[in-house]
Nanobody, 124 residues
Framework: QVQLVESGGGSVQAVASLRLSCAAY????????MGWFRQAPGKAREGVVY????????DYAKSVKGRSTISQDNAKNTLSLQMNNLKPEDTAMYYC?????????????????WGQGTQVTVSS
């Protein structure tokens, strides 16, 4: 069993920064990918960024590229997302996800394990 616990969300003004964290517990061996996804009310889930754990390859959604950085701390089983220059359109529930699939990306269907989410609200 794998448990993912997100933290770090909050309510901020535009152009502020937030750092989201995801702690992974349980049977986390052989994870191939971890990623961050978000879903705003009335909108479809969107892949924000993912990291291929064996290689460190990352891919960002165009909407956050240049403003966000994903990082992992394998010793602590923690995944982080630093988000800078936040915009009101970044407002959403942010979810951490993990996958053992050999091929994965920004499509949420690639991921088997999900956290409960952390809310990010950005006001103008």
């Amino acid at each position: 069993q794998v448990q993912l616990v997100e933290s770090g969300g909050g309510s901020v003004q535009a152009v502020a920064s937030l750092r989201l964290s995801c702690a992974a517990y349980g049977d986390t061996d052989n994870m191939q990918c971890m990623g961050w996804f978000r879903q705003a009310p009335g909108k479809a889930r969107e892949g924000v960024v993912y990291i291929h754990i064996p290689t460190g390859f990352t891919d960002y959604a165009k909407s956050v590229k240049g403003r966000s950085t994903i990082s992992q701390d394998n010793a602590k089983n923690t995944l982080s997302l630093q988000m800078n220059n936040l915009k009101p359109e970044d407002t959403a529930m942010y979810y951490c996800a993990a996958s053992r699939h050999l091929q994965c990306g920004l499509d949420g269907s690639d991921y088997s394990y999900w956290g409960q989410g952390t809310q990010v609200t950005v006001s103008s």
